[in-house]
């Protein structure tokens, strides 16, 4: 078990070095953090079959986080409302920085790099008004903060690369925290979430706004279709008895499209979709609903498939193979593939919130 | 120290097995068989005769059974949305009258069709839709169409109540007591079935705490008592006291150790919820009504809580890391 002291100490420890790769840290496919029996926490890597291919010791437990393009660096978020992120050495397991948000500000949980690895993107919120900001760290410069700018909405929730190209795709959740925990939410009344594209300089290319009725819809959380169509997530914050669609896709420049599921499966949706992922062959489109303990699939134009169950399921991320990967709270780790859930592996820990995926998920 | 934690941990956690067949053998099956046989009850009264007075008391006896087991959110119930239709609450958008007037209005025949209810919109089947036949005016002189969709309506309600029974003895009180086989690709520990078992506990509080209670309670400004559950048949503050006594079985039946806050919190619970005298819950819409009901609600969270802290470690489980979390 790695002491704080010891972890701490490793922060001196030096980057890298220059010419590893993602295959030196036993070529995962996906990043994840979890919890363990003993109460730590750490992050793994992990292939689309499942396995363990390293496990470095996290100080806390973490949210999300970003992998770098080609070399084994990931980046880590506190769980919001934190105002750390820890930049880690997948080979060696050690942390090569520590970021801090600016002054007044806290990570939202999310980040991605540059398509050329150059640069990292975080998603940062104003911690009394809520404003979104996209930071800009260089990571030739020991992850140097060196610029950001407005998000274009309150509370940045997930932050997105387009494969390809340096467009970013911004959840902008609509939410404003606060409170003795960070985590009370101030404004369900008036909230205004977008899903806003930008380039990395900052310049606004598009922006997804809701209808009045469906504004108490977070939209948290993005995929990208290798051939650029987003899909977002959505959390429903406003009366639990209305069952409003919780899965967008979108392509710039047009209207986008609200998938529901039927009626009579909408309340095992729990108003509450925690991640979103393409399927690895491209053809589907699936969100993880946690506190449902459901997994709604639709195909690409947004028409629903079917609807899955398993417990405390959020982490998902799409596999070569074609279909999904899974994690979840009770430890497994599941494919998701011709409409059947098969397990892969059952850990004694606990799957956090998110599968980050290294490769296929956002073709550089 | 730490090998006697581990020791102590596995005598409180190797009897769970032996829970979790007591919960599907002393609470699950008998509970869809009740289930099951009131709603075939319902179906052979409405056979014989579809007036209200005859099928009032066989549908107030299925919507006691069914409170038996609202709270079992997984398994065959869940399976092509049969809990929804079964019981299709909350309906904030009135969709189960709008449905109800349109089958009426059109006549439409569909219903003549054995399965034809069950092509039906969730909204218009159902313990609701029934319960709006048999106590709104609205509906009272629907004639010879009224009583054929009584008919169509309670066989659709008893046939879903079968299958959810029968696909239970047939297989998934086996999927459940088998948590951890090799082959059983739904529970993937064992501890995954006392997992289910106590999600199911702690979110049945919820839903009678935020949803049954909480409804209708509104806001301090606006109560809302047309929001209660079955307020038409008088039966909300029923409902309330029924799943509460079927939860705090599911209680005692999924540990075998001493739990006195839980026994002290339902009893409590269930007490403040027997002597509201608020059968419709309409009281909420006076200041002091409403206080009666929010100090109930208030129990049964407390109910919750206790639950938590009591049993879940005993089971060696908690609230979903996930889902209690948010993101």
């Known amino acids: ?364 | 120290m730490k090998r006697l934690a581990i020791f102590l941990a596995m005598l409180t956690a190797a009897p769970a097995a032996a829970q979790v067949d007591a919960v599907i053998d002393d609470h699950i099956l008998p509970g869809y068989a009740a289930f099951s046989e009131t709603a075939a009850g319902l179906r052979d009264t409405a056979v014989r005769d579809c007036g209200s007075d005859a099928l009032r008391p066989a549908w107030n006896e299925t919507f006691d059974a069914w409170l038996g087991v609202s709270h079992l959110t997984f398994g065959p119930v869940e399976q092509d949305g049969r809990s929804v239709a079964v019981a299709f609450w909350p309906d904030e958008r009135g969709a189960t009258p709008r449905a109800l007037t349109a089958l009426i209005g059109d006549q439409d025949r569909i219903i003549d069709d054995p399965q034809g209810a069950a092509e039906l919109s969730v909204a218009a089947r159902g313990l609701h839709a029934l319960e709006y036949l048999l106590y709104d005016d609205r509906f009272a002189g629907s004639g010879a169409y009224g009583c054929a969709l009584m008919r169509a309506l309670t066989a659709d309600l008893a046939a879903l109540a079968e299958q959810i029974d029968d696909a239970w003895r047939s297989g998934y009180a086996r999927t459940l007591r088998t948590a951890g086989a090799p082959d059983n690709t739904v529970y993937l520990g064992e501890r995954e079935a006392r997992q289910a078992l106590f999600t199911a506990l702690t979110t049945g509080l919820e839903f009678t705490a935020d949803q049954r209670l909480g409804r209708p309670m509104g806001t301090f400004e606006r109560p809302r008592p047309t929001r209660a559950e079955s307020w038409r048949s008088g039966r909300s503050q029923r409902n309330v006291i029924l799943s509460l006594q079927a939860l705090s079985g599911l209680a005692r039946e999924l540990t075998d150790a001493a739990t006195p806050q839980t026994d002290a919190a339902f009893a409590r619970a269930i007490g403040l919820a027997e002597r509201l005298g608020d059968p419709a819950l309409a009281g909420v819409a006076e200041p002091s009504g409403r206080l009666r009901v929010e100090v109930v609600q208030q129990a049964v969270r407390a109910a919750r809580d206790a639950v938590l802290e009591e049993i879940g470690p005993s089971l060696g489980v908690s609230a979903g890391f996930n889902s209690a979390d948010g993101d």
Not at chain 1, 59 to 78: I, K, L, S
């Open chain 1, 1 to 364: 078990m790695t002491t704080r002291r010891g972890f701490l100490a490793s922060l001196a420890a030096a980057a890298a070095a220059p010419s590893l790769t993602w295959a030196d840290a036993g070529s995962p496919e996906f990043l994840a953090a979890a919890k363990e029996p003993d109460g730590g926490f750490a992050l793994f890597g992990l292939t689309a079959r499942g396995q363990v291919t390293f496990r470095i010791p996290l100080p806390a437990r973490g949210h999300a986080g970003a992998g770098h393009p080609v070399r084994p660096e990931a980046v880590t978020f506190a769980r919001r409302p934190g105002t750390h992120a820890l930049v880690i050495d997948c080979v060696h397991g050690t942390v090569i920085q520590r970021l801090t948000a600016p002054g007044g500000h806290h990570f939202s949980g999310h980040g991605a790099f540059s398509a050329d690895g150059r640069t990292l993107f975080t998603a940062e919120i104003d911690s009394v008004t809520g404003l979104g900001g996209v930071g800009l760290w260089r990571r030739s410069d020991g992850y140097d903060r060196v610029g950001g700018f407005a998000s274009g909405g309150i509370g940045p929730h997930e932050l997105l690369r387009l494969p390809g190209r340096d467009i970013l795709v911004i959840a902008n959740g609509g939410i404003v925290e606060g409170g003795g925990d960070g985590r009370t939410k101030l404004n369900l009344d008036t909230m205004r979430p977008n899903l806003s594209y930008m380039t990395a300089d900052g310049e606004l290319l598009d922006r997804v706004d809701l209808p009045p009725e469906l504004r108490g819809n977070s939209i948290r959380h993005i995929a990208a279709h290798p051939d650029r169509q987003v899909a977002f997530a959505m959390q429903w914050e406003h009366d639990r008895a209305i069952r409003p669609p919780l899965l967008g896709l979108h392509r710039p420049g047009s209207a986008p499209r609200l998938c529901a599921v039927p009626d009579a499966l909408a309340p095992r949706l729990a108003n509450y979709a925690g991640s979103v992922s393409f399927s690895g062959d491209g053809a589907q489109v699936a969100i993880t609903c946690p506190k449902g303990g459901s997994i709604a699939i639709f195909d690409r134009s947004g028409a629903f498939i079917d609807l899955l169950a398993r417990a405390d399921v959020c982490g998902i991320g799409r596999i070569g193979s074609g279909g999904f990967l899974t994690t979840d709270g009770l430890g497994g780790l599941m494919e998701l593939s011709s409409g059947r859930l098969r397990p892969l592996a059952a850990f004694d820990r606990a799957w956090d919130n998110h599968l980050i995926g290294l490769r296929g998920a956002t073709t550089a």
